[in-house]
Structure formats: structure tokens, C-alpha cells
């Protein structure tokens, strides 16, 4: 970083429009808790300074220190230069007011099912109270089942995934929470090792296709493609799920999946099953519910 960077920058406004307009000089990809050039400098800039990271106003025009400006410089141009997910360099991700430290070992959270457990998938679970298991699988870092956890209180949790680094990560995560107790970890490759069966069963699985991961910017590929790419038409891994889900369900259990882009082909190869696409704020293209009557009357 050039040292006459630094020379007109005094307030946390100038660091916030010194990064988007640098940002945007240097064609950065975004999608990993924000979507825009703006958004990302705030809440790089917010980590650096210590600062809540939803509030920006009071603190627009405080004056910084040297220390504070070098500090926060580094950080933005880390981001140009090594083109990673903002996350990966502060480790933290956020979903809603929920925490959880990230690596390079797993993908950065940001499921849109987790929209759905703020509401304890309702109208679908009508007494959360009675939801006593549930599974996450390909758990990442652990995201989806603490959030299971939250939203269903009186269920277990179990959580797989075939990465032994994701679950390291995972682990830490269920300790900060201190969920030890109720969320359970295993590596295996989706339901694995699991026995007897579940009220609720949810999955963020890797849904990429072949053509898609080819054209990933660099961002992207920092991820770890195991928990991205998903075979030529990207359904690898979800079809395993569809396929084996009625076998794990109570019932009167969900089985709730997201998608990404691929609703179109998941219609096609299951033409004969009910989905019901649940509404996000992306929209209703990406998580689809099914129940366990679906499944076991539907045509696989």
C-alpha cells in the first residue's frame, strides 16, 4: 500500500469511500454476507475499528488514529489483493444476529434456510415444541444445526459431513454456543452413520454444476469446492438426499433443501414429487420442502 494512501484519510466516511471506490477499481465479486462494494467496505471497516457491526451513523465523522487507519487499510487492501471472502479475513460470518467463526476449511454461511428457522419453519412445524430430532446434513460449519437448535428447543441435533476440517470448524461453533449437549457431529458422507429417524431434516448440500464452477470467480474458488460443486448437473448430491430421506423421516417429519439455481432440473428428475418452494427473501426458486408422506408416495 502506497504511504501516501493514508494522507487524506481521517474519518471512518473517508475509509468507507476510500474502499468502495477502490473496490470497484479492482472488479471484486461479492455474495458472502454482502452483495455490493458498499456493503462490503462498511462491515470490513466496522470489523477493523472494533465498531457494532450494524452501526455505521454515529460514527461516520469520528476522527481516527494512525494506528487505526494503518490497521484498516491493511484489511481493505488484504481484500484486493488476495481476492477472499471478506469472512475468511476476519473470521466471521453472520446470519441474522447469529455468529459463527469461518476458515478456509468451509464455505461461508449463507443459507437461506436460515430465514426459515427464524420462523420455526411455519406453517409447516405447527407445535415446535414437539420437534425432538433433527438432522443437518453437509453442516459446514455447524451453521444450520445450531440454528436448529435454537428454533426447536427441546430437539437433538445431529450434523454431518464428510469433511474432517468443516467439522473442526463446526465443533467450535457448537462450543461458543454452548450446544455440546444437544447437537451431536459426524463425518460421514450424508446420512452415513445415522440411525432411527427425524422430525425435521434440513441441508445447504453442495448444488454447483460442472459449468458453473468453471466460471467462479476467485472468490469463489477460495471456498472449498467439495462443498461447492455437485457433479455435471449439480443434483450429485441432493438426489442422494431425495433419494434416501424417506427412510429417515418420522411420519409427520420435513425434509427442507436448498437449491441454488437448479429448481428447474430438480422438477425434471423428480416430475412426479410435490415441491413445495418456500418463500425468501431471494424469493421462491431456492428451498424446497417436501414431507414424509411426499416421499413415500411420490415417484423416485
Not at 90 to 96: C, V
Amino acid at each position: 500500500m502506497p504511504a501516501r494512501d493514508s494522507r487524506y484519510l481521517r474519518t471512518v466516511r473517508d475509509l468507507v469511500r476510500y474502499a468502495v471506490s477502490n473496490f470497484n477499481r479492482a472488479g471484486l465479486s461479492f455474495g458472502h454476507g454482502t452483495d455490493n462494494a458498499y456493503d462490503e467496505a462498511v462491515y470490513l471497516v466496522l470489523y477493523s475499528l472494533d465498531l457494532p457491526h450494524d452501526r455505521l451513523e454515529p460514527f461516520l465523522d469520528a476522527a481516527l488514529s494512525t494506528a487505526e487507519i494503518e490497521t484498516t487499510l491493511a484489511l481493505i487492501h488484504a481484500r484486493i489483493e488476495k481476492r477472499l471472502p471478506g469472512p475468511y479475513l476476519t473470521n466471521e460470518a453472520w446470519l441474522g444476529e447469529f455468529r459463527f467463526f469461518v476458515d478456509e476449511r468451509v464455505i461461508v454461511p449463507r443459507s437461506h434456510i436460515a430465514e426459515l428457522l427464524r420462523e420455526q419453519l411455519s406453517p409447516w412445524i405447527t407445535d415446535p415444541n414437539a420437534v425432538h430430532r433433527c438432522v443437518d446434513l453437509c453442516t459446514g460449519s455447524g451453521c444450520l444445526a445450531i440454528l436448529l437448535a435454537h428454533a426447536f428447543a427441546n430437539a437433538q441435533i445431529d450434523a454431518t459431513d464428510i469433511s474432517a476440517g468443516a467439522l473442526e470448524v463446526a465443533a467450535k461453533n457448537v462450543g461458543d454456543y454452548g450446544l455440546q449437549g444437544r447437537i451431536q457431529l459426524h463425518q460421514c458422507n450424508v446420512f452415513g452413520e445415522l440411525r432411527g429417524r427425524y422430525d425435521v431434516i434440513v441441508s445447504n448440500p453442495p448444488y454447483v454444476d460442472a459449468e458453473t464452477m468453471a466460471a467462479l470467480p476467485a472468490e469463489y474458488r477460495a471456498e472449498p469446492s467439495l462443498a461447492l460443486a455437485a457433479g455435471e448437473d449439480g443434483l450429485d448430491i441432493i438426489r442422494r438426499i431425495i433419494d434416501n430421506a424417506a427412510d429417515y423421516l418420522n411420519p409427520d417429519g420435513v425434509l427442507v433443501v436448498e437449491v441454488g439455481h437448479d429448481r428447474p432440473a430438480l422438477e425434471q428428475a423428480y416430475a412426479g414429487l410435490p415441491f413445495v418452494w418456500l418463500e425468501t427473501a431471494a424469493g421462491d426458486d431456492f428451498v424446497f420442502l417436501l414431507t414424509a408422506g411426499d416421499l413415500r408416495d411420490g415417484s423416485l
